[in-house]
């Protein structure tokens, strides 16, 4: 009899062991070195995060979690040989990654041809559908605009700067942008546009040229797409020159937490940036992500929008693999469909046909210490693919679900086939 219980007692406790033997393979897309390292790095860490505490929860199907990290080192063409290595040598079920828009072009081909699946967490330029990628991060109804309108009606800007790095992000972001504004009555002479390479370090002429276009005592605004380590020598020219946010306040689209944790923020304080999660949210959820954050990361650890993103990406996408019951490529995206999950600013974001969230809108103005206070946010707002205002998308619809079409023209009723040659 005791060796009966003895064996059942064996039995029950290698079972789970035995169980998790078999492995889903995550990949890690992300840049650990060179200029985007500053923003990136955290991600990665964010999804190794990720990953144990879906583990601790028992793993996926009975499976365990096993993150692949790659490097591909700020280096746009490497991240497309690295997405490749991921998915043919490693054979990972899907990948988590990318920041700049230049490396998520690169990575599409990729993709596409091996039928692999991205989770891609950071606010892009929209004017881009694929069936392969669902982009968690904001499309520009829902960061762009919505910070420019905030500009024209609270702040009553009359005059901007549009700076940027100089990619795809950026020069679509801003065509759109100078497209809006055109519409809302600003003229073309009062819209400055300027581009600067990646790591980009010598701001005084520009900044200078910033303070000009206000000569005439115009209220002046910078909306900044710059990305990267180049954000800091920005930032110390505008605090040189003397410029505050009262003088010339400029939003952000890629400067979060992270970001200004290595910047002497008093100069700083007042100036914005547009997000879909600040640190500072106020939610039960959020709590526990930041003390799960910091305890595993040290105290001095931030949490910012991209994090949130892949937060709700993952979360969705074990949700999709446990309703589909398998990691096949196809079965996923279509069980991705009409997902929810509760965001970490008291919401739900939800994945939508076209492959983006609802997410709302937040605007949040720079402290001494390194985080934001929300001075705006919106209810949910629905990611949409195609911007309404440029002529030739805003016939096209995205519809993955039902249409079975990223690129759908509601004019002529046709679908686009689109085939990604970046």
């Given amino acids: 009899m005791f060796k009966k219980l003895a064996l059942a007692a064996a039995i029950s ?8 033997a078999e492995e889903i393979k995550v990949g890690i897309l992300h840049s650990l070195s060179g200029t985007m390292a500053i923003s990136e790095t955290t991600l990665k860490d964010t999804m190794l995060m990720l990953i144990d505490e879906q583990n601790e929860k028992g793993g996926l199907l009975d499976k365990k979690l096993v993150p692949v990290v790659v490097d591909p080192a700020s280096d746009w063409p490497l991240f497309a040989e690295k997405a490749r290595e991921l998915l043919t040598v490693h054979k990972v079920d899907v990948i988590f990654g990318n920041w700049t828009s230049v490396s998520r072009k690169s990575v599409l081909p990729v993709i596409e041809e091996l039928n692999g699946l991205l989770f891609y967490p ?75 390479p990646f790591g980009h370090s010598d701001w005084s002429k520009i900044v200078a040229d910033v303070v000009a276009l206000g000569a005439d005592g115009k209220k002046v605004g910078v909306i900044s797409t710059i990305n990267g380590d180049a954000n800091i020598g920005f930032y110390k020219e505008l605090a040189a020159a003397g410029v505050s946010a009262d003088d010339i ?13 290595g910047l002497d923020t008093t100069n700083l304080v007042g100036h914005l940036a547009a997000w879909n999660y600040f640190q500072s949210a106020e939610s039960e959820a959020n709590t526990k992500f930041i003390e799960s954050w910091k305890t595993r990361m040290g105290e001095e650890r931030v949490t910012n929008d991209p994090m949130e993103a892949h937060y709700i990406g993952f979360n969705m996408w074990v949700n999709a693999v446990e309703k589909a019951g398998t990691t096949d490529v196809d079965a996923v995206r279509t069980a991705m469909y009409g997902q929810e999950f509760p965001n970490l600013t008291g919401g739900t974001a939800v994945m939508l046909p076209n492959h983006h969230l609802a997410k709302p809108v937040l605007i949040g103005e720079i402290q001494e210490d390194g985080q934001f206070d929300i001075i705006s946010q919106t209810e949910e707002v629905p990611g949409d693919a195609w911007t309404d205002f440029l002529e030739a998308s805003a016939v096209l619809k995205s519809d993955w679900k039902d249409l079975g079409c990223g690129m759908y023209n509601t004019e002529t009723k046709t679908c686009v086939q689109i085939k990604s040659n970046y």
């Fill in 13 to 20: 406790i290698a079972t789970p062991v035995m169980a998790l």
């Fill in 122 to 196: 950071v606010q892009y330029e929209g004017e881009e559908s694929s069936k392969n990628v669902f982009y968690t991060g904001a499309a520009p109804n829902q960061q762009a605009i919505p910070a420019t309108d905030y500009y024209l009606e609270e702040l009553g800007v009359e005059k901007f700067a549009l700076l940027g790095t100089d990619y795809v992000y950026p020069r679509t972001t801003n065509k759109i942008l100078e497209q809006y504004l055109i519409d809302k009555g600003i003229k073309e002479e009062d819209i400055f546009v300027n581009y600067t």
């Fill in 249 to 261: 306040p400029v939003v952000a689209f890629s400067v979060g937490e992270e970001e200004l944790s």
